[in-house]
């Protein structure tokens, strides 16, 4: 049985850096995309970033381009987002997502299959 499990999330001020992990675990992928979503209170979740397989093709939402970095290491099945110059307003709960067959970047989330437990990231002004 596939489990993701993500770790890193915490409380920090405003301004500062967080780097959050994904483990993947039950199973080996061989490929595809993985990524990251939020969900902040009374809202829906959303596209954080995404990256493929092989590390060459990265997105971001355009509230975190430039602050957030995605990055893999598949030896290690795992994801990480660095959050940099962090804001109140990306106080949510972060989850990782993977799917090993979704190839590219940019696919929504609905396409996901495979899914972590959450990790809170709150941002105090």
């Known amino acids: 049985q596939v489990q993701l499990t993500e770790s890193g999330g915490g409380l920090v001020q405003a301004g500062g850096s967080l780097r959050l992990s994904c483990a993947i675990s039950?199973?080996?992928?061989?490929?595809?995309?993985m990524g990251w979503f939020r969900q902040a209170p009374g809202k829906g979740r959303e596209v954080v970033a995404q990256?493929?397989?092989?590390?060459?093709?990265?997105y971001y939402d355009y509230s975190v381009k430039g602050r957030f970095t995605i990055s893999r290491d598949n030896a290690r099945n795992t994801v990480y987002l660095q959050m940099n110059s962090l804001k109140p307003e990306d106080t949510a709960v972060y989850y990782c997502?993977?799917?090993?067959?979704?190839?590219?970047?940019?696919?929504?989330?609905?396409?996901?299959?495979?899914w972590g437990q959450g990790t809170q990231v709150t941002v105090s002004s």
């Open positions: 990256i493929n397989w092989s590390g060459t093709s990265t």
């Open positions: 997502a993977a799917d090993p067959y979704i190839m590219d970047v940019g696919h929504t989330l609905n396409e996901y299959d495979y």
């Open positions: 039950g199973r080996t992928f061989s490929s595809g995309a």
